[in-house]
């Protein structure tokens, strides 16, 4: 049994508190605002595909962590300046981060020592609402553990008891990168192009692949790796028109409308624009319509 706190109570981190806490680990859970009322009143409650998960986890409201085996921090990618110090001071043996850094990952690494930190990312997504958090498992994303790292072994040991189809990824900052631009145009698309009709998802989802290509070229002309490979495999190997009847279907199922809406919806003008803003950095000055697309968000 590992002792386990969750920095963050949003989706993610009530996801993996719930899933370890049922798997019979020691589990904190750390809140803040109205969602540590919530947790305090009616206790962890997670909707994931169905199943319903309400185990007995601590729950406080003090980033002040106790010694533990591992901290998982799941705070925003927008909340992660204002909360390193507090994960820093953490005495726990392993650093979980379940977060993108986004400019900030130089930082992370040297405030928290590359000897205990391992690199995550979630492979669910959802909202909350009334206190329950209701989520997804994307299928075409399952939980990723950076490969390689000190502790990348005992991450890979007690995720993969909770998800079957975690991965390693031996080059994390490339998958971060890559992840960056891919997930900043999907918001984009959602949250500022019509999607309601058939037509609509149709016109956006050939906008999507046109623009990812552009953005993955220009990627890969300053050096940098396209991992997963299916990712550029789709935006640059497969015939456009297979590759937008793709994610029109996409753009109407759970992976889209649980996994991703309700969350970029939340944090239009927060996390999803300094997302947006980073891939715009990432990608650079040459794809004109990757650009395009991410404006608004990034509200440029």
């Given amino acids: ?35 540590l009322v919530d947790l305090r009143r009616h206790g962890l409650l997670v909707g994931l595909d ?41 005495p726990a043996g392993w650093v979980w981060m379940f977060t993108n850094p986004l400019e900030l990952r130089s930082d992370v690494e040297d405030r928290l020592g590359r ?11 959802g909202g909350v609402k009334d206190g329950q958090v209701t ?18 072994k005992f991450a890979s040991q007690l995720l993969g008891a909770i998800d079957p189809h975690l991965r390693t990824e031996p080059d994390m900052h490339a998958w971060l990168n890559t992840h960056t ?31 990812m290509r552009q953005a993955f070229d220009s990627l890969e002309a300053q050096g940098a790796r396209i ?35 309700p969350h970029a919806t939340a944090t239009r003008t927060t996390e999803q624009r300094a997302v947006a803003a980073h891939a715009l950095d990432l990608a650079g000055h040459g794809p004109g319509l990757y650009r395009q697309l991410l404006a608004p968000l990034a509200g440029t």
């Fill in 1 to 35: 049994m590992a002792r386990v706190r969750v920095l963050g109570a949003g989706v993610v981190g009530s996801v993996y508190a719930a899933l370890l806490a049922d798997a019979g680990h020691e589990v904190t859970l750390i809140a803040r605002g109205s969602r």
């Fill in 50 to 90: 169905g199943r319903i998960l309400a185990p007995d986890v601590a729950v406080t409201k003090s980033p002040e962590v106790t010694d533990c085996d591992v901290l998982l921090v799941a705070v925003r990618g927008d909340q992660l300046a204002a909360a390193l110090d507090d994960i820093a001071a953490s």
């Fill in 115 to 125: 000897d205990r930190l391992v690199w995550c990312f979630s492979g669910v997504g």
């Fill in 135 to 152: 989520a997804h498992r994307v299928g075409q994303q399952p939980t990723v553990v950076e490969g390689g790292a000190a502790g990348s």
């Fill in 181 to 211: 631009v891919f997930v900043a145009a999907m918001a984009a698309l959602v949250l500022e192009q019509p999607l309601e009709t058939r037509s609509q998802r149709v016109r956006g989802a050939v906008l999507l692949v046109r623009a």
């Fill in 227 to 261: 991992t997963p490979r299916n990712l550029r495999m789709i935006f640059g190997r497969v015939p456009l028109p297979i590759a937008a009847l793709y994610w029109a279907a996409q753009l109407s199922r759970p992976v889209v409308q649980v996994s991703m809406l």
